[in-house]
């Protein structure tokens, strides 16, 4: 397990073990460190080592409010959040379909578990923060958007070529933590319900619709 210093953790969830999720510890100056993960155990020993001040997941971490289950067909389908997306002209997966489920149900038993270790949650979403960013998403290429975030300012593992999409999204995530702690952000939906957190715009811009839906 490679060694990582405290700061804040983001995680692109898999919604399979069998999967590669990305890990990204985010320390001062945008300093990144990141690598990827499989299954549940070494996902929660790596935020274990990094003693993290939040960690942002981007996978959906509630239900819409009326359902109780994933495995019930039918409505409802969003959440106000999700609603809050559709506003802003961000695309999305609804929590309910398809592969979705899955990741759903993963993100929500690994939120429940580190709320029970007392280690802060958010729901992240790296494309939503991408489009506000006015950063490429990973569709549009892996070295682009490594580069772009270069650009931005992030150091460390994100200048590594090769570093990827799953590392790549998992930094965005970490950086929405960062954001959040510093209360810089749009946290989106209802707090009863689940929200998710998105960092503000570093300037006015109108957020880019991406040309074709996109799952997390």
């Given at each position: 397990m490679p060694s990582v210093g405290r700061g804040?953790?983001?995680?692109?969830?898999?919604?399979?073990?069998?999967?590669?999720?990305?890990?990204?510890?985010?320390?001062?100056?945008?300093?990144?460190?990141?690598?990827?993960?499989?299954?549940?155990?070494?996902i929660e020993a790596a935020i274990r080592s990094a003693r993290p001040r939040v960690v942002a997941i981007d996978a959906p971490l509630s239900l819409p409010t009326g359902r109780r289950s994933l495995d019930v067909p039918g409505p409802p389908h969003l959440r106000e959040c999700d609603r809050d997306l559709r506003r802003l002209g961000i695309r999305f997966f609804p929590v309910t379909l398809g592969p979705m489920r899955m990741l759903t149900a993963r993100g929500m038993a690994l939120?429940?578990?580190?709320?029970d270790l007392r280690c802060p949650v958010i729901e992240a979403y790296p494309g939503g923060a991408q489009d506000l960013l006015g950063l490429p998403r990973k569709g549009a290429g892996v070295e682009r958007l490594r580069r772009a975030l270069v650009r931005f300012g992030f150091r460390g593992d994100v200048e590594r070529p090769?570093?990827?999409?799953?590392?790549?999204?998992?930094?965005?995530?970490?950086?929405?933590?960062?954001e959040h702690l510093a209360r810089r952000t749009l946290v989106l939906g209802d707090a009863a319900?689940?929200?998710?957190?998105?960092?503000?715009p570093r300037r006015a811009t109108r957020p880019r619709s991406p040309a074709r839906r996109t799952a997390r």
């Open positions: 804040v953790v983001g995680l692109d969830l898999a919604g399979s073990p069998r999967r590669r999720t990305g890990f990204c510890s985010l320390g001062p100056g945008l300093a990144t460190r990141t690598f990827v993960l499989g299954d549940d155990a070494s939120a429940d578990r580190l709320r090769g570093t990827t999409h799953d590392e790549l999204d998992a930094v965005l995530c970490a950086y929405t933590g960062r319900e689940g929200q998710l957190v998105l960092p503000r």
